[in-house]
């Protein structure tokens, strides 16, 4: 580092920042290259764009043809159905699936967005905790935290199923979302405390020496500083809290509590010898669009969630 | 008059400031404790209760005959070869999975890191599909295309020696472990390149235009500049999804179930204690999954020095 930082470089180094990193990565062309190849290079960068698309869309567009297959079309060897049919989503909303399906609907959605208001609201005391204030075992939160986000969940699932069934637990919600807060905590502690600790330390200095409590400058200066960081996070744990199976399945069997992917895995078609797949797939676009929405509405803040939680110093 | 305040002031700014410290040290603790004590509670509580029942013989069939047996259950687990040839399916999964999510996600960091305006955030909306559709609509997904009844890669592959209509790719080891990682590898390529994308993004931009500058080539800016100063951010990433990948479930269930020599740990553990309701075997297994990740990290940590805590934490 140090043979680079010349006089001369040192002098254009507040330049070099203030025009962004994305600069720095195609300096590599020339500038007289630049000037002639903008459109090639633009060009480039879309086909390699549309690459990329291909990459991350085509196994959702693949079951999305798939909803749309009758029975007999499913055979028929090609990706995008003879004729498009509604058969499959009138099977899940108004047909032999129904209740099956909205009722695993209507627990995904309630367990999962209990287990996110209730992580994020403690995660958000405890990282502004961790942000702001001094105290003794500050480490140990974050390294308990970090542990727990890496356990393999299937090592809690036996003892959780035994416990959960003497204790009345067992295919209950409540059943759900206590171990979905071991998915859900973990990280909205490490990804909250990262945003927390951009937020101007000087504001909530001032409303103390202004006379306000600790309390007081947490609840009138950070809280909506921090709503934003608050809001990521909660997308954030709601996605891992939507995609959870073996919970789903380990602790559930009924219709009582059990969330739609597990529910998926127990499909069965119309009639006995009918394979679900038309059903799956419908029910599995459905349960897709509210992750599309979140992600087309919010791409910007998920990014900056994810990234700022995790390699940042 | 002044010699004689400065110090009084200064002892009593110190009570002052103590005292808030005091309470300070107390809110931090309070703020801090529920969350904390949740997170061991749903944790600490079940591995513990795991690792007492491992050492029983204890079926829910039959709970009366609970005995304590002590490492009997390891000892049955370590000596069964479905254990082993288990371990080799996880593994096997984790180490390609990684490997190839490490350099698909670096080729994904590096476009979203130098694309032009139009196109980046377009990029990054993209591959956020991936990272949060639900793994079992990823498994689906792919299950479909390939299967031999609703799938059609059969005639798109044709081409491909060894692939005909008649294909099963689920009905042996070799080509379902292919599917399941590939899922694997479309689900979570996405976390990766976003991992890495923020560690390419602490790579001083100085740096490599001064190399630039030099003369180093596109390779060697990548190799001797980019790479070297991102080794933090690669560790903690590789470190992250191989203990992710070890614990890989829901693909294999969907697409397999475990047959044909594609079952993972998880699988065993699920199919011994809830499957066959033999919680102490179950718990043992449970046990023996828990340490290899517990290993995989201390490796990483201790081994090669990967820091952790650089995560967001205490800086």
Not at chain 1, 288 to 308: E, H, R
Request: hydrophobic residues 55%; positive net charge.
């Amino acid at each position: 580092m140090s043979t680079v930082a010349t006089p001369d470089k040192s002098g254009n180094a507040p330049d070099t920042s203030a025009h962004g990193r994305t600069e720095a990565g195609r300096s590599a062309a020339p500038p007289a290259r630049k000037k002639s190849g903008t459109g090639r290079i633009t060009l480039g960068w879309w086909v390699l764009t549309v690459l990329i698309g291909i990459w991350c869309l085509f196994p959702v567009f693949s079951i999305l043809a798939t909803s749309f297959k009758t029975p007999s079309d499913l055979s028929n060897g090609r990706l995008l159905p003879t004729s498009w049919s509604t058969v499959n989503y009138e099977e899940i909303f108004v047909g032999g699936s129904r209740e099956l399906f909205l009722t695993a609907l209507r627990n995904s959605v309630g367990i999962s967005v209990i287990a996110t208001v209730v992580a994020v609201v403690l995660a958000t005391l405890c990282a502004y905790a961790i942000a702001r204030l001094d105290f003794p075992g500050k480490r140990l939160v974050l390294t308990v935290s970090l542990m727990v986000s890496m356990f393999p969940v299937i090592s809690l699932v036996t003892p959780l199923f035994n416990v959960w069934r003497t204790i009345g637990l067992y295919d209950t919600w409540l059943g759900l979302i206590i171990p979905y807060l071991s998915l859900t905590l973990p990280i909205s502690i490490w990804t909250l405390a990262a945003f927390f600790k951009q937020i101007p330390w000087e504001l909530d200095q001032a409303a103390q020496v202004d006379g306000a409590t600790p309390l007081q400058a947490f609840r009138k200066v950070i809280v909506p500083l921090a709503a934003p960081g608050v809001f990521t996070t909660a997308i954030i744990a709601f996605f891992i809290a939507w995609n959870d199976f073996v919970y789903g399945i380990s602790l559930t069997s009924t219709e009582t509590a059990r969330p739609v992917p597990a529910a998926l895995a127990f499909f069965t078609g119309a009639s006995q010898f009918e394979s679900p797949t038309g059903a799956i797939s419908a029910a599995a676009i459905i349960v897709t669009i509210p992750i599309v929405l979140l992600v087309l509405f919010f791409q910007k803040q998920i990014v900056a969630g994810l990234t700022n939680g995790a390699v940042k110093g | 008059m002044s010699t004689v305040s400065a110090p009084e002031r200064a002892s009593g700014r110190r009570r002052v400031r103590s005292a808030r410290a005091k309470s300070e040290a107390r809110l931090g603790m309070m703020l801090a404790a529920p969350a904390f004590l949740i997170m061991l509670f749903v944790v600490l509580y079940p591995i513990v209760q795991a690792v007492w029942d491992s050492l029983f013989s204890f079926r829910l069939t039959a709970p009366a005959d609970k005995e304590f047996v002590g490492l009997k259950n390891y000892g049955t687990i370590l000596t069964d070869p479905v254990f082993w040839s288990d371990l080799g399916v996880t593994l096997l999964i984790t180490v390609v999975t990684v490997a190839v999510e490490l350099v698909l996600g670096f080729l994904l960091a590096l476009v979203m890191h130098h694309a032009i305006k139009s196109t980046k955030g377009l990029v990054r909306t993209m591959i956020l599909v991936p990272y949060g559709i639900i793994t079992v609509v990823s498994a689906f997904a792919w299950f479909y295309m390939f299967s031999i009844d609703s799938g059609y890669m059969n005639s798109w592959l044709s081409w491909l020696p060894g692939v005909d209509a008649n294909l099963n790719w689920f009905a042996q080891g070799s080509t379902a472990l292919f599917v399941i990682m590939l899922s694997e590898i479309w689900k979570t390529t996405p976390f990766i390149s976003l991992l890495l994308l923020s560690g390419l993004a602490q790579v001083p931009g100085d740096l490599t235009e001064a190399a630039a500058v030099d003369g180093a080539t596109r390779w060697q800016r990548l190799t001797r500049v980019i790479l070297p100063n991102m080794k933090a951010a690669i560790m903690v990433a590789v470190l992250f999804r191989a203990m992710d990948a070890f614990r890989i479930f829901d693909a294999i269930f969907i697409m397999t179930n475990g047959a044909y020599g594609t079952e993972a740990l998880s699988l065993l553990a699920y199919r011994t204690s809830i499957g066959r309701l033999e919680i102490g075997l179950g718990s043992a297994v449970s046990v023996i999954l828990f340490l290899c990740v517990a290993l995989m990290a201390f490796i990483a940590v201790k081994g090669f020095k990967v820091d952790l805590a650089d995560r967001g934490g205490n800086q």
